[in-house]
């Protein structure tokens, strides 16, 4: 039986490590791939405790599924937004899109 | 009429409002607000002052209580005694007639009502001031008066000598008004009331020690000297002639100077508790009587003799009150009121004709100028004492006094400052009206509404002294209960006329027999006389020069030290300003950075702070 603590970790290691793309990658998609990486760490979370936690049940898997339902819905809103800003600009770099400066 | 005291004052408040108002487009029209409002109030006031002469007329008392502040109620109102009745009739009539004169005098001004409106702001304080029953709301109108003054000195301020004369008699008469400020403080501290009749209780009961009667006399004192252009505040008020002359008429003869001899004679029940008070208030005033009074003997400015006379004749006052003679000081500030008004209205009328102020450069103006020129003669002989004349019943009457209190001394100091007063008078009067003519002027003699206030002044001048037969000092001082009379030695009388004479004779001696007018630098006692005993060069080496140096110190301090902390603090905020706005290079990626590593901050104190505590 693999216990609590296994999955956490798993989840943690994810978790941070999509962190790490979504402050560091320069790419559009790679962030929003790592954003979805984050999601999915924090559904295992959900799935672990709905299974292992002091009050397991089901809610937690319920919960992981509108997540993932949420997530695509995301996903596909944000690569329209990376298409128009291609359109508009011709870079989805992130580096380049700095007009919060002003 | 004794209740509706207050309505005297009212009249040139409501002038006043209406001319700040309208005062634009009346234009000279102004003149007839202002004159009908005091001819109201001179009405008023004559009512007042007939209604309380009657034999069983009271006192009139009116108080509002105006705040309370713990047990303590201060109070507003006004009152009518004697003292009062006479001075409300005596600031109307001397404020009708100027301003019924400067009419003619301002006429072609371009701030011809600005003229009235400061003149009616005057008149309304000074007679608050006058009904006022207690020491506070006396001190407000007291400030109120100066502040008119300041204003009025300063009305040609284009002209820089009369701006720095208004400066100066503000700031001079501000010394006095600490002190009375400090004064009328330590009285309310001590007795617990500001009110006259208070405070005069709890001195007749004994309630407040001897020491402590001497100190607030001698501050109200000090306010008196400033408000009255004694010595050593004497220098505003000669300086103050830059004013408009119907101003110097008003407020620097009859009316705002007499204020501090008026305070004094108010409170005069406290300074008669004070042996050393009206010691001191004798001494000043005699002194400053003969000092101003030989500055007058040399002066060349018409104006300024004058103003040096006033100063003078103040003295006199207060020097009778000082020994004591309550009547002779308050009957002295009747007389002097009209015939010094009269003096510099007159005055007026020949800076009017001749256009200018320098005795040397008049001469002959009798001729054209009969009216002036005799009504002049009329205040001169006047303010000299001459005997039948106002001014010699009153003089007489402060001699009498001086004589029986017994400062030997200051009597014939007086008497020389009479003599004084009777040489530069007729000096005057020699140089300006008589021989030959030393100017090429076109003079004609002035407006009729300019020579009947004269006119008016000169018959008061004349017969305002006979009012000494019909029980006056009995009246004034409510039957004696403020002060006795004084019954001196008749040779005092016949001194006094030798002195009026002697010195109209050395006047007709070295000015009127030959007309001659002297020519070059003045040398010896004439040149330290002509040069005012070098007071305002002492003044301005002792006082202002180390004032001023005092308040560059200031400003360097205020410049480098102040500005340099807040030059400082400037500094700071930009530079947290230029941090700040490095950290906003727009990108989300190092916005969200700085989120995360604050948020695992936080989180890792909260934790720790969990753990340990």
Redesign the interface.
Request: hydrophobic share 35%; charged share 0%; aromatic share 0%.
């Given at each position: 039986m693999v216990p609590l603590n296994a999955y956490l970790a798993v989840g943690a290691i994810m978790f941070s490590i999509g962190m790490f793309g979504v402050l560091n990658k320069k790419s559009g998609i790679i962030v929003l791939l790592s954003i979805e990486l984050m999601l999915n760490a924090v559904n295992i979370n959900l799935i672990a405790f709905s299974r292992f936690g002091f009050y397991g049940n089901i809610t937690g898997q319920i919960f992981t599924i509108f997540t993932i339902t949420v997530a695509a819905a995301e996903t596909a809103v944000g690569l329209a937004i990376l298409i128009a800003i291609f359109r508009n600009k011709g870079t989805i770099s992130i580096t380049d899109l700095n007009i919060m400066k002003r | 009429m004794l209740e509706n005291a207050w309505l005297v004052p009212l009249f040139p408040l409501i002038s006043f409002v209406l001319l700040v108002a309208f005062g634009r487009q009346l234009k000279e029209g102004a003149a007839y607000v202002g004159i009908v409002s005091l001819l109201s109030s001179f009405i008023v006031a004559l009512g007042i002052l007939f209604e309380r002469l009657g034999h069983d007329a009271e006192n009139y008392i009116q108080n509002f209580n105006w705040l309370t502040i713990g047990d303590k109620t201060l109070t507003v109102g006004f009152e009518i005694t004697p003292l009062n009745a006479l001075m409300l009739f005596v600031v109307t009539l001397v404020s009708l007639m100027v301003h019924i004169y400067s009419k003619g005098y301002m006429h072609g001004d371009e701030r011809f009502p600005v003229f009235y409106t400061y003149l009616s702001l005057f008149t309304f304080s000074m007679l608050s001031l006058v009904i006022s029953p207690n020491l506070l709301q006396a001190f407000i109108f007291w400030e109120l008066v100066g502040a008119a003054s300041f204003l009025l000195i300063g009305f040609y301020y284009f002209k820089p000598s009369a701006r720095s004369a208004a400066k100066k008699a503000f700031i001079v008469t501000r010394i006095g008004d600490l002190g009375l400020l400090i004064g009328i403080s330590l009285l309310f501290w001590q007795v617990g009331t500001f009110e006259y009749a208070g405070v005069f209780e709890a001195v007749e009961q004994g309630l407040v020690e001897p020491g402590f009667i001497t100190l607030t006399a001698i501050l109200i004192f000090i306010g008196a000297i400033g408000k009255s252009g004694q010595f050593p505040l004497h220098t505003w008020l000669p300086d103050a002639m830059e004013g408009p002359t119907p101003v110097s008429a008003l407020i620097h003869a009859a009316t705002m100077v007499a204020a501090g001899v008026y305070l004094v004679a108010r409170t005069f029940p406290l300074f008669e508790a004070s042996e050393t008070a009206m010691y001191v208030v004798a001494t000043v005033g005699g002194f400053t009587a003969i000092f101003a009074a030989s500055i007058g003997l040399v002066q060349n400015d018409i104006k300024r003799v004058l103003a040096y006379s006033t100063v003078s004749q103040l003295g006199y006052m207060m020097l009778a009150l000082g020994s004591a003679g309550f009547i002779a000081g308050v009957f002295h500030l009747f007389t002097h009121a009209f015939f010094k008004a009269l003096l510099f209205l007159t005055a007026g009328s020949v800076i009017h004709a001749v256009h200018t102020q320098n005795i040397k450069e008049m001469g002959g103006l009798g001729k054209e100028m009969k009216i002036t020129r005799a009504v002049f003669l009329i205040g001169a002989l006047a303010i000299s004492g001459f005997p039948g004349l106002a001014g010699f019943f009153s003089k007489d009457l402060i001699l009498m006094s001086v004589y029986e209190s017994g400062h030997v001394t200051l009597f014939w100091m007086a008497l020389i400052a009479a003599v004084m007063t009777a040489f530069y008078m007729f000096r005057l009067y020699f140089l300006v009206f008589s021989g030959k003519p030393r100017h090429n002027a076109n003079v004609h003699e002035s407006p009729k509404n300019m020579t009947i206030p004269m006119i008016i002044l000169s018959l008061l001048a004349i017969f305002a002294g006979y009012i000494e037969f019909f029980g006056f000092g009995e009246w004034i001082t409510n039957n004696g209960v403020i002060a006795e009379e004084v019954e001196g030695p008749k040779w005092i009388m016949y001194l006094s006329i030798i002195a009026a004479f002697g010195g109209i004779a050395l006047a007709w001696l070295m000015y009127g027999r030959d007309n001659k007018v002297k020519t070059g630098e003045p040398r010896g006692l004439h040149k330290l006389l002509f040069n005012k005993y070098y007071i305002d060069e002492l003044y301005s080496t002792v006082v202002v020069r180390p004032y001023t140096i005092f308040g560059y110190v200031l400003k360097f301090f205020d410049k480098y030290v102040i500005g340099g902390l807040v030059q400082l603090s400037v500094w700071f905020s930009k530079a947290i300003g230029k941090i700040g706005s490095r950290l906003?290079?727009?990108?989300?990626?190092a916005y969200?950075?700085i989120t995360?590593i604050g948020l695992v901050l936080l989180l890792v104190s909260l934790t720790a702070g969990r753990l340990l505590g």
């Open positions: - | 906003q290079n727009g990108q989300v990626q969200g950075l995360i």
